[in-house]
């Protein structure tokens, strides 16, 4: 057990929705990240927060957004849902934002479009 | 840019024989490296990471890997594999000044008995 949750553990959705996905960090970690991973792209880094503050963008789709509340948990937001959106949802966390930071990864949200 | 190759998809080995995944990256400044592992319907946990001290790095699990800035390789070894290493592997790559992490493929051990 990693120390970082990820609510819900399955979605199922239609084309067109929109869902949040919530990650909470272990506890003292400052930094979140989400990363989405398929079959077809792999593991792709989709964005960074830290302290509340996006630090980074990947290849996050314009239709998704993020945010990191005050008490440091992040949600994904990711609207006019595509098939192609099918995929897990990998939220991490680490203590601060340096490139050398061990991230620790939430089980994954398994995101399912029809 | 950074980048990271794990050749080989899929590695089958039998239960006692050593392990060796491949990973070889590209960055333009020192890179950190990291091996995770994925179990099945699970998220990724940390096997090791190289942060420019040591150049053979040991990890979990009886895994190390050895930093070689010449081939540019970061390649996973395991002297005996379990049964309980059949799992996907993937290799990541950061840079100072980057925030995040570029991920390899991965690379699915299987285990025969």
């Known amino acids: 057990d990693s120390g970082v949750t990820q609510t819900p553990k399955h979605l199922i959705t239609a084309t067109g929705q929109r869902v949040t996905l919530r990650c909470s960090p272990r506890?003292?970690?400052?930094?979140v990240y989400w990363y989405q991973q398929s079959l077809d792209q792999g593991l792709q880094f989709l964005i960074q927060y830290y302290n509340g503050e996006e630090r980074a963008k990947g290849n996050i789709l314009e239709r998704f957004s993020a945010q990191q509340f005050p008490d440091l948990h992040s949600e994904l937001n990711l609207s006019s849902l595509e098939l192609g959106d099918s995929a897990l949802y990998f939220c991490a966390s680490s203590v601060e934002a340096g490139a050398a930071d061990t991230q620790y990864f939430g089980p994954g949200t398994r995101l399912t479009v029809l | 840019a950074q980048s990271v190759t794990q050749l080989g998809s899929h590695v089958s080995v039998s239960e006692g024989a050593l392990v060796l995944l491949r990973c070889n990256y590209s960055s333009s400044v020192p890179p950190y490296l990291f091996w995770y592992v994925q179990y099945p319907n699970q998220g990724l946990q940390l096997l090791l990471k190289?942060?420019?001290?040591?150049?053979l790095v040991k990890g979990i699990n009886g895994f190390e890997a050895e930093f070689k800035k010449s081939e540019t390789s970061f390649h996973l070894t395991k002297p005996s594999a379990h049964m309980s290493d059949a799992a996907e592997y993937f290799c990541a790559v950061s840079e100072t000044g980057t925030y995040k992490y570029i991920f390899g493929t991965g690379t699915r051990l299987k285990v025969l008995a």
């Open positions: 190289y942060t420019s001290a040591a150049t």
């Open positions: 506890s003292g970690d400052l930094s």
